[in-house]
T-cell receptor, first 112, second 115 residues
Framework: GDSVTQMEGPVTLSEEAFLTINCTYT??????LFWYVQYPGEGLQLLLK?????DKGSNKGFEATYRKETTSFHLEKGSVQVSDSAVYFC???????????FGQGTILTVHP | GAVVSQHPSWVICKSGTSVKIECRSL??????MFWYRQFPKQSLMLMAT?????????EQGVEKDKFLINHASLTLSTLTVTSAHPEDSSFYIC???????????FGEGSWLTVV
């Protein structure tokens, strides 16, 4: 079945540092790829997505590129802020759009 | 603001009792909703797909008689954990698939502690 392997955390950075959270997946066919974020006390929110190879999803300064050849969808941000502190989940979705398979989540803490 | 409301956010119950968690879409209709479970430091695992007006579809290994799902309307799905045991303590989160926008929205999640 489908699976997602996500960089283990927690990740602790200083403000304005560069962020990379690795995500690789195994799946049949060509899934859509997602990054979700969960802020303290809140539900999951879609951060960005990509639906086909070489697509780049971007939002709030975060970016991730759908790399079919390496089956990866790494999340990056050039300069993190304290407000980016949250748990980040990489997910893949197949033909049943709402049915998602998630990685284990990465806790990000950004210090001033 | 939240477009999917989950209630309660926190619940503590005694072993052997049942507890119900609600997932409600606030601004849209959702024929399909999903229930996930998350153990500490582990991923969100899909438990079941909730279909309005029909039986839920459970993932392999999930006991349908223990985790009762009812999707009685286009805006509400409920998960009832029956005869709860301490090992059922977990974080449960739902998502709703918007019928009109082909978009998924997640609830805030519910922490269940069984003592």
């Amino acid at each position: 079945g489908d699976s997602v392997t996500q960089m283990e955390g927690p990740v602790t950075l200083s403000e304005e540092a560069f962020l990379t959270i690795n995500c690789t997946y195994t799946a049949t066919g060509y899934p859509s790829l997602f990054w979700y974020v969960q802020y303290p006390g809140e539900g999951l929110q879609l951060l960005l997505k990509a639906t086909k190879a070489d697509d780049k999803g971007s939002n709030k300064g975060f970016e991730a590129t759908y790399r079919k050849e390496t089956t990866s969808f790494h999340l990056e941000k050039g300069s993190v802020q304290v407000s980016d502190s949250a748990v980040y989940f990489c997910g893949i979705g197949g033909t049943s759009y709402g049915k998602l398979t998630f990685g284990q989540g990465t806790i990000l803490t950004v210090h001033p | 603001g939240a477009v999917v409301s989950q209630h309660p956010s926190w619940v503590i119950c005694k072993s052997g009792t049942s507890v119900k968690i609600e997932c409600r879409s606030l601004d849209f209709q959702a024929t399909t909703m999903f229930w996930y479970r998350q153990f500490p430091k582990q991923s969100l695992m899909l438990m079941a797909t909730s279909n309005e007006g029909s039986k839920a579809t459970y993932e392999q290994g999930v006991e349908k008689d223990k985790f009762l799902i009812n999707h009685a309307s286009l805006t509400l799905s409920t998960l009832t954990v029956t005869s709860a045991h301490p090992e059922d303590s977990s974080f449960y989160i739902c998502s709703a698939h918007s019928d009109s926008g082909n978009t998924i929205y997640f609830g805030e999640g519910s922490w269940l502690t069984v003592v």
